[in-house]
């Protein structure tokens, strides 16, 4: 079966630490990979997708970064945390080469409090 | 650019009355539509999309092109309909998500 798994579950970290939350999927291949933020009011804010090995699209410009290094692995980073980048960051999958007809399946998400 | 806009940040709905939850998009193609719940404590998930004209729990949703809209419905409110609830808009890889409606049902 497909799961998703994202760690760590909540993280706190001083401004202008570095910054890694790690994503996995597991059941299944060449999956679409997502992190978006969650916060209150704003709803859903996609912050990158990736469709492959090394392949990212980044949709807002901010202090973080992404990356893929293997099939099933994101990660999402950042070198000097902000204290805007506190916040609930999850990340999903969708199967397939296209996202039609492929919802998203979404991780447990990480609470990250910058202080 | 594509857009999805839920004007409702919260509607609060007595038990039995029927639900209508707003949503609109903009985009220039063919838009495939979804709608996502989170329950509490439960992860963000598929609650229901325009594909598949299906009706899960009891909610449906209709594509209307014209009005460019994606409404959520419910005949008669249950408690546990009480969640957070996303409209979101597919384009190429990318999945647009509106700012959500917390649903809240009332005894």
């Known amino acids: 079966s497909q799961t998703i798994h994202q760690w760590p579950a909540t993280l706190v970290q001083p401004v202008g630490s570095p910054l890694s939350l790690e994503c996995t999927v597991e059941?299944?291949?060449?999956?679409?990979l997502y992190w978006y933020r969650q916060a209150a009011g704003r709803g859903l804010q996609l912050l990158f997708y990736?469709?492959?090995?090394?392949?990212i699209s980044s949709e807002v410009p901010q202090n973080l970064s992404a990356s893929r290094p293997q099939d099933r692995q994101f990660i999402l980073s950042s070198k000097k945390l902000l204290l805007s980048d506190s916040g609930f960051y999850l990340c999903?999958?969708?199967?397939?080469?296209?996202?039609?007809?492929?919802?998203?399946?979404f991780g447990n998400g990480t609470r990250l409090t910058v202080t | 650019a594509q857009r999805v806009t839920q004007p409702e940040k919260l509607l609060s709905v007595f038990k039995g009355a029927p639900v209508e939850l707003k949503c609109n998009y903009s985009?220039?193609?063919?838009?495939?539509l979804f709608w996502y719940v989170q329950y509490s404590r439960q992860r963000l998930q598929l609650l229901l999309r325009?594909?598949s004209r299906e009706s899960i729990k009891g909610f449906t949703a209709d594509l209307n092109k014209g009005e460019t809209s994606f409404h959520l419905k419910k005949p008669f409110a249950q408690e546990e309909d009480s969640a957070m609830y996303y409209c979101?808009?597919?384009?190429?890889?990318?999945?647009?998500f509106g700012k959500g409606t917390r649903l809240h049902i009332l005894p």
């Open positions: 979101a808009l597919t384009r190429d890889d990318k999945i647009i």
């Open positions: 999903a999958y969708g199967q397939g080469s296209s996202s039609y007809n492929s919802p998203l399946h």
């Open positions: 325009h594909i």
């Open positions: 990736s469709v492959g090995i090394g392949q």
């Open positions: 985009y220039s193609g063919s838009p495939e």
């Open positions: 059941g299944t291949s060449n999956p679409n």
